[in-house]
C-alpha cells in the first residue's frame, strides 16, 4: 500500500489531466462515441476562435477528444508521455510543460494559418482555418519531447532528431480515409510543432534546480 501511495503522489498532474478527460468524455458521451456536432462547435477550437477572442476554447479543446477509441488511446498516451515526464521532472515542470506548448502551439498555428491561407487555398486546405478539433496531443506531445530531451547524450539528440523527423513525414502523409485533411493538417502542424518546443523546453525554460517540483 506504501509504495502505491508513492507512485501515486508522484504523478497527481498526470492523475488530474487523466481524470479530466474522464469527466469531459462522460459529460459529452465521448467515451463511446464520436464527438457531436454540438460540443465540437461549442469546445472545439479553429484557428479562427483566435481573432473572435474565444480563448477559453483553448483550455476546452485539450480536456476532450474525438471520442470512441481516440479517446482511449489519449488515456494511454497521456499517462505514458505526460507520466513519465513528471516521473523524472516533477509535477511543476510536466504541467508547464503541457499546458505552456499547448498554448503556444495553438496560438501560433493560428497565426501560421491565417498568414499562410493563400498558400493552403492553393492546395486545398483552406478550410484549416475554420476546421475545428479537440484533443490533448500537443500537450502529450510536448511531454514526450521533454522526455526525449532528459535522455543522457548522445541518446537525447538521436531520439530528439528521430521523432522530430517522423512528425515531419507525418504531415505529409496522405488522410486515412473518411478523415478530414484540414483536421489532420491542423493536427499534424500543431505535433510537428509541439514536440521540438517541448524538447528546447528541458534547456530553455527552466533555469532551476533539478529536482523542483518533485513529491
Known amino acids: 500500500m506504501k509504495t502505491i501511495n508513492n507512485f501515486l503522489r508522484r504523478l497527481p498532474f498526470t492523475l488530474l489531466m ?9 459529460v459529452t458521451n465521448t467515451y463511446f462515441q ?28 485539450a480536456l476532450v ?5 481516440v479517446f482511449f488511446g489519449a488515456l494511454f498516451l497521456v499517462a505514458l ?16 510543460t503541457f499546458w505552456g506548448v499547448h498554448l503556444t502551439v495553438l496560438l501560433l498555428l493560428s497565426l501560421i494559418i491565417s ?41 537525447s539528440w ?7 523527423a517522423f512528425f515531419v513525414i507525418a504531415l505529409f502523409m496522405p488522410p486515412y480515409m473518411g478523415e478530414s485533411p484540414q483536421i489532420k493538417f491542423s493536427a499534424d502542424l500543431a505535433h510537428l510543432l509541439a514536440f521540438p518546443l517541448g524538447w528546447f523546453s528541458a534547456r530553455m525554460f527552466f533555469v532551476l534546480p533539478k529536482d523542483i517540483g518533485t513529491m
Open 34 to 61: 464520436e464527438i457531436s456536432r454540438h460540443w465540437l462547435n461549442r469546445i472545439g477550437f479553429s484557428a479562427n476562435d483566435l481573432w473572435y477572442w474565444r480563448l477559453e476554447r483553448l483550455f476546452t479543446s
Open 81 to 96: 508521455f505526460v507520466g513519465l515526464a513528471e516521473w523524472m521532472t516533477g509535477w511543476k515542470r510536466a504541467a508547464i
Open 115 to 155: 498568414l499562410a491561407s493563400h498558400q493552403l487555398r492553393n492546395i486545398g486546405l483552406e478550410a484549416s482555418a475554420l476546421a475545428r478539433d479537440v484533443g490533448p496531443s500537443a500537450g502529450y506531445v510536448a511531454c514526450l519531447g521533454l522526455v526525449s530531451a532528459r535522455f543522457n547524450r548522445p541518446w
Open 158 to 164: 538521436i531520439s530528439g532528431v528521430m521523432l522530430f
Open 65 to 69: 477528444t474525438m471520442g470512441g477509441k
Open 18 to 26: 487523466l481524470a479530466g478527460l474522464v469527466v469531459a468524455a462522460l
